[in-house]
């Protein structure tokens, strides 16, 4: 809860906490993102005042190595931890002085008029943090209208207990206690670097987009794990697997849709601002997201909202009534509000359900979408948001929805500026965006649709194809299309594809390259629920949505299907049930797998760790290096005087032979090569040379003894 700011001293700043200072500007139409500055106790920093650009809090403790700052402002890390985990910059931003925020602030002012400031000290004891907050909004000059902050204009009362700091008596304490905080800082030197003129040191922004720090971990929310018996997934069953994710090496989980909806898989909603009863109450659903932030991880659900189910309101009471305050919500294409745009599927329950397209270019639609994002990000609109979403994957995300020449221009006419909208709130949000086209690169969602990350499904296609020249090829094609700050999502099944391990008929050698391939190549890795344990499915090619039930089955999380905490929903309901994948006692759960340090838990368990250990797997360049080996995929990945060889073999054959010479930078004649997969010496140099044997679809995690 933000709380009146009041004097911070030795005793109300604990050694453990941050003092955080920041102007959130905001205004696209000054080009001038987040500035944000970091004050630290004179202790910690030598007195020295940081400018930088939005730096996400995390929480932390005596006992924490993580910050939220760059790591080279700070001493060294402590005992126990092989470096600082830090967050940083989510894209690159402008970054001001003191001086030149304050200049930019009298000319937005200027330009658009009083802006509302919200000032106030926020303390968590549940995180052991506090920080004092600064935040100035400006309207966006695209949409005089449509305010840029909640606390202008909005009617909140939709919302649980919207701030207060409409009060003007409220807002002048607060900035007189913000003036009574700076007059001390000035007193104590801390700002003497701006009070001379000057401007302060500021860390670079990072190119490598944070989410490179981050292992996605996907959930078919109905089919993941069941707390209460009704054989239905819920909030509270992932809940308790948190520490089942956080032992793989999960940082972010990411939600399918959790809307209510007439379909099993929620993805054409019946409202957009409640969530699936089966699954929980929104209550259950934030203490879901508290205890995931608890822990240091994230949550992103999947939106997509350009359509709705036909028991949607919008649809109900606008449909022939052209009269109905939802009249523009759904695109009709026939008069008085009749042809819906859309289709009608059949559920796997036999039952026909419609689907209609929602009118995204209406004002009214656009200003509900706007509200709807904010809300999930923080839904008590107080600042901290422990129980909000920390970002978004945006389903099907296409200029031309549908390709029928109705809603065009949506990248930058409507997500960009939505997305824009919901970092006003919150910069720390991530956005992960579909490509509609699985042929693509994503690269036009990156430059114009404000999203950080999209699907690299090239890469994926090649990948399930086993083929090294094509995977060599995707890889080089994925890097030349991304552009810098951005990222891609490395995976290689999803709900929406063929399980992998059926794709390669079971074989556990090409599971394990799969694997290494997902987890260690540049980019962010996408795990599906029951990946890590080898879950097979393949789609059916029926007429209803039960077709993609086979990859969504129950999470085998013992060596029974119908054991403890199955979410067996779809039990004696089709064929995708009498013909279903998983069978008790087939070796594939966590209860068979856990204790087997050969299983392919254990391998992508270990793949995890070291990309969290390892800031050349994690961080690093990426680089293929060229080969006189046919069937060998090897890549180096390279961060600072780290570096590794990834070694793949993509043939049934052994392969023994030598790699080019400086194959590592760091690499000298007669020093042995350890494989981080298997901690033995697996090549060694000679004469400048690696030389190597790698077994039949063998892979490989070379480094320097």
Known sequence: MITPARPMNEATMPTTSFGVLFLDIGMRALSLRSVTAVLEAPRRNGGRLIWMDWAYVLPHRPDDCRVAMNSKFFPPPTPGCEEWAVEPIPQPRQTLSIGAALAQGSAARAAFGQFPPLVGLEFSPESGRSLVQQRVFVPDARYPHHPRSPMQGRDMQQYRQASSLGSVSAALCKLAALAWLMAVLIAVGWLLPAAAGHTADAPAASPAWRAEKEVFYLIFVRSFADSNGDHIGDFKGIEQKLPYLQALGATSILLTPIVPSPMYHNYFASRFDDVDRAYGDLASFRHLAKTLHSRGMRIYLDEEIQYTAETHPWWAESAGHPESKYSDYILYGGPGNTSPEGWAGETYAGKSEGVAMVNLQAPAVRHYFDDLFVWWVDPHRDGPFDEGVDGFRIDHMMDDLDGKGKLTNLVAGFWAPLLSHVRTVNPGISVVAEQADWKTFGDDLLNRGDVDIVYAFPLRTAIVSLDRDAIAKAIKSTQDKTPAGKGQLIFIENHDTDRFASVVDGDPRKERLGAALTILLKGTPLIYYGQEIGMKGKQLHGRSDGNDIPVREAFRWTHSVDGPGSATWYRDTGPWWTDR????????????????????????????????????????????VATDQPALLVLRRAYGPRESLLVMNFSPSQVTGRLP???LRVSQDGRALRD?????????????????SIAPFGVQLLTVQ
């Open 676 to 692: 981080l997969l298997t901690n033995t010496n697996s090549a060694s140099m000679e004469n400048g040379r690696v030389q190597i």
């Open 661 to 663: 010479g400086n194959v």
């Open 581 to 624: 994948f998983g069978r008790d006692d087939d070796k594939i759960s966590v209860e068979e797998e856990q204790r087997d340090p050969a299983s392919l838990l254990a391998f992508y368990r270990r793949l995890l760790a070291l990309r969290h250990s390892r800031k050349d797997l994690r961080e690093g360049d990426q680089e293929i």
